[in-house]
């Protein structure tokens, strides 16, 4: 995370279905499952973590204060937003080079300056779209899980026998929350927050279009996306869907 080049690659990994899965079940079970055996997580645990997380992500990263073009350019693209799907999101720009976006379980949603700074206004609230769409299918909430497992704080909370994020150190909060924000989606998920993203765009009649162009503009950037079939193969999937909903 705090390296831009790590950072860079992890979100392009997100955006454009990274080739491995951090989510590894058998990697989970032989670290952090056995480890943290005691632990058992309720959807308010994992709930508390993204708001503890959020806070922390917030703490360490440069926020673009209300004043920021950014600020307000990211608040004018999500005029309306307030609450989807049941969700209530908020919205702050971290100023970086990175290019990245995240939202957690808590509606909490951050998209970085780097990835406004290379995107139109659309092409955010398509990252947005797929963002919250990890949110709303249940994936963030098993990441989270994952990274609380794999936490140097899972002995701690394991300890007490349940999941008490207020008896995380700042150390132990801030490898969980960038274990969170570090992680990977599988194939398949992002397949499913694109779907998420695409049917978002319909609905609040943005340019679905605009989510292709995105992983088209990924896909160009050179470096790990040029070797990378999947940003190329994600936009054609979006093209696809515009056609056969066209034909309806
Ligand atoms: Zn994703």
Not at 207 to 212: H, I, K, S, Y
């Amino acid at each position: 995370m705090r390296k831009s080049s790590s950072a860079a690659l992890l979100a392009i990994a997100c955006l454009a279905a990274g080739t491995a899965s951090a989510l590894d079940l058998k990697q989970l079970s032989s670290t952090g499952l056995k480890a943290g055996q005691a632990l058992t997580l309720s959807d308010q645990d994992v709930a508390k973590a993204a708001d503890q997380s959020c806070v922390y992500m917030d703490k360490e990263n440069k926020v673009a204060p209300a004043s920021s073009p950014y600020a307000q350019r990211l608040a004018r693209i999500t005029e309306g937003l307030a609450n989807e799907d049941g969700l209530s999101l908020s919205f702050k720009v971290y100023l970086t080079e990175d290019v990245n976006a995240w939202a957690m379980a808590n509606g909490c949603v951050r998209v970085y300056s780097g990835l406004m700074d290379m995107a139109s206004d659309d092409e955010v609230r398509g990252v947005i779209g797929h963002e919250i769409g990890h949110v709303k299918l249940g994936h963030s909430k098993s990441r989270m899980r994952t990274a609380m497992l794999a936490s140097a704080g899972r002995d701690t909370l394991a300890a007490s026998g349940n999941a008490n994020i207020a008896q995380l150190t700042q150390g132990q909060l801030g490898e969980l929350a960038e274990g969170f924000v570090n992680a990977q989606f599988s194939q398949k998920e992002e397949s499913a927050a694109d779907e998420y993203g695409y049917r978002f765009m319909k609905r609040h009649s943005y340019d679905p279009a605009a989510l292709a162009s995105m992983f088209r503009k990924l896909s160009s950037q050179g470096g790990l996306m040029s070797s990378h079939p999947g940003s190329e193969a994600r936009a054609g999937r979006i093209d696809a869907m515009i056609k056969k909903d066209g034909k309806r």
